[in-house]
């Protein structure tokens, strides 16, 4: 029986890497010129690092981490977001000591959820945190970038939600209304959010389930119980956004699933994809650096789901089709020359296929049309005799001469029309 991939552990095929590869590569540019340089955080953390950040009482800590002992007992955990081992790097590595840091990383996390379309157990992210920012003028612009890499990537009907969280002063006055609240409602809530009212129970407004949504439909909306400062706050976000042509919706029950967000919190979503419709979400933390040891430091950051993102836009990525396949027909020289000229293609980024064997060209035209080639160069010997190769155009279905030493050019020349065209 052959082996199959553990459940949820996604493989990410030929196809599909093109689509990702762009994402990433349109990314980093654009983080680039918002002052962001890239962090490589390790896959495993010490478990402590993730209880004591997103909270001891949350789902992704009670159920969802991969957790386990080495050798020497030490408990340990594959990552189930970024921004705290981030902040341990920035603490660790006195990142404080300079003006505020602009950090970005990609990679996989890992979390035991139930499969389901565009979740996985291990799962791929782009995250950004600031450190060292406290103005509102930080949390849109950085809403800014992010909708900037949405517009670029051509994405569509994708909308920002945007809520505050309070801070220490104005969030427990909060709590408490919420909690008389819900236990008004106690025996309408499912049995995690029973479990939460005395706990966490912001929670229970996270909660996906439909009899928790009606019944906490009504409820005391934290906007409305902010302090000045963090009114303020969100009121500069918000005016901010709107002068930057951004005009969010206002959704007082998201509270995201992590303790440690304060103030502003968002989530970007997308049609498509049911009720885990969240493609990018993240806000302000100011107090984490602290609690996991550092300075007193305000961020703020977000978290890209790159499955989400892809199955957005479509999945796939053709241009990785755009490649050249050279058809030699014979040995000798005609090898000698074609292979110079598939080194010297491959050298300049052309991506470049041929035929190992000795078949013909009848066999050579069918394994370049399966592999998908944009351009086909043939060279035999009536080609070198009269200083050309033939160049066919497998789209347009047309072949013409090109002389030896013009190929490269030519080519170039071709796949540059094609992609301008694409």
């Known amino acids: 029986m052959a082996i199959k991939a553990i459940r949820g552990f996604n493989d990410i095929l030929p196809g599909e890497t093109g689509l990702w590869a762009r994402i990433e590569e349109e990314a980093k540019r654009i983080f680039g010129s918002y002052g962001f340089s890239e962090i490589r955080i390790p896959v495993v953390e010490k ?47 006195q990142l404080h000591a300079r003006p505020a840091a602009k950090l970005y990383y990609m990679g996989p996390m890992f979390r035991y959820e139930r499969p389901q379309k565009g979740r996985y157990r291990q799962f791929y992210q782009i995250g950004a945190e600031v450190l060292g920012e406290a ?15 949405f517009q670029r990537l051509e994405l569509q009907g994708v909308a920002l939600n945007i809520n505050s969280l309070g801070c220490g002063l104005c969030r427990p006055r909060y709590k408490e209304r919420l909690m008389a609240f819900l236990e008004e409602r106690r025996e309408a809530l499912c049995e995690n959010c029973r479990r939460r009212i005395d706990e966490n129970p912001l929670r229970a ?29 969100f009121e500069a976000v918000r005016g901010h956004l709107s002068r930057s042509g951004l005009e969010p919706l206002i959704n007082p029950r998201m509270v995201r699933g992590l303790d440690y967000y304060s103030k502003t919190a968002f989530e970007i979503t997308g049609e498509g994809l049911g009720a885990q419709n ?20 305000p961020c703020f950051g977000f978290a890209i789901g ?26 000798g020289e005609v090898e000698d020359k074609g292979g110079s000229i598939i080194k010297d293609l491959r050298s300049k980024g052309v991506a470049v296929e041929r035929d190992y064997g000795d078949g013909g060209l009848k066999a050579q035209m069918k394994r370049a049309h399966k592999m998908g080639a944009s351009f ?42 094609q992609r301008a065209g694409s």
Do not use: N
């Open 135 to 149: 103005s509102p003028l930080l949390d849109a612009e950085v809403l800014e970038m992010l909708m900037l890499l």
């Open 376 to 417: 086909v160069v043939i060279i035999g010997e009536d080609e070198l005799a009269r200083g050309v190769v033939a160049l066919k155009d497998m789209g347009a279905g047309t072949q013409r001469d090109v002389p030896l030493g013009e190929i490269e050019e030519v080519l170039s020349g071709a796949l540059s029309s």
């Open 306 to 331: 790159m499955e989400r993102l892809a199955l957005l836009l479509g999945g796939g990525d053709s241009t990785e089709g755009a490649l050249v396949f050279v058809a030699l027909l014979g040995g």
């Open 205 to 233: 407004l996270d909660c996906k389930s439909s009899h928790c949504i009606e019944a906490t439909d009504g409820g005391p909306s934290i906007v409305d119980h902010l302090c000045v400062e963090c009114r303020d706050h």
């Open 47 to 93: 478990t402590e690092l993730f209880a004591r950040s997103i909270g001891e009482t949350t789902d992704i800590v009670e159920k969802e981490m991969y957790t386990f002992s080495d050798r020497k007992g030490t408990s340990l955990t594959l990552r189930p977001e970024g921004t705290a081992p981030v902040v341990r790097a920035y603490i660790e590595h």
């Open 278 to 297: 969240t493609v990018a979400a993240g806000g302000r933390y100011d107090g984490l650096v602290k609690e996991l040891g550092g300075p007193d430091t």
